[in-house]
């Protein structure tokens, strides 16, 4: 079976992206980092996520955590995608709030962030 996304469903993804993350208090910290003002733009893996909780009857989430250059160990960075050498930036999202984002689907609805 092939599913296709309908721009209809998409805007419906970043109108809750920008509901759910504005009621966590996170805009008004992403406004300052996103030079268009809006606040932070949705990741791929909210995208992935509304899609999933759609046509799957649970979600089990790998990997989602919040993004930093380095890690604890000094001097290690931390690769912003795990499949290619991209520099990362916090500039456009903010992974902290996606990952509260995340957890507050979680206590809600059958999402498993491990």
Same mark, same amino acid.
């Given at each position: 079976n092939t599913l296709i996304l309908s721009p209809?469903? +998409? +805007?419906? %993804?970043? $109108?809750l992206w920008y509901k759910v993350s %504005? $009621?966590?208090g996170g805009l008004d910290a992403c406004r300052? *980092?996103?030079r268009h003002g809006k606040g932070c733009k949705p990741t791929t893996g909210w995208y992935a996520l509304a899609?999933?909780?759609q046509v799957c009857e649970e979600v089990h989430m790998y990997g989602f955590? /919040?993004?930093?250059?380095? &890690?604890? $160990?000094? /001097?290690?960075? %931390?690769?912003?995608?795990y499949f290619d /050498?991209? &520099?990362? &930036? &916090?500039g456009v999202h903010s992974f $902290? *709030?996606? *990952?509260r984002v995340y957890k507050t689907f979680a206590e809600q609805y059958p999402i498993y962030l491990h």
């Open positions: 209809d469903f +998409m +805007m419906a %993804a970043v $109108d %504005a $009621d966590l300052k *980092l996103n899609f999933a909780s955590s /919040g993004w930093r250059k380095h &890690t604890r $160990d000094k /001097g290690k960075k %931390a690769p912003y995608h /050498g991209e &520099t990362g &930036t &916090t $902290d *709030l996606s *990952l």
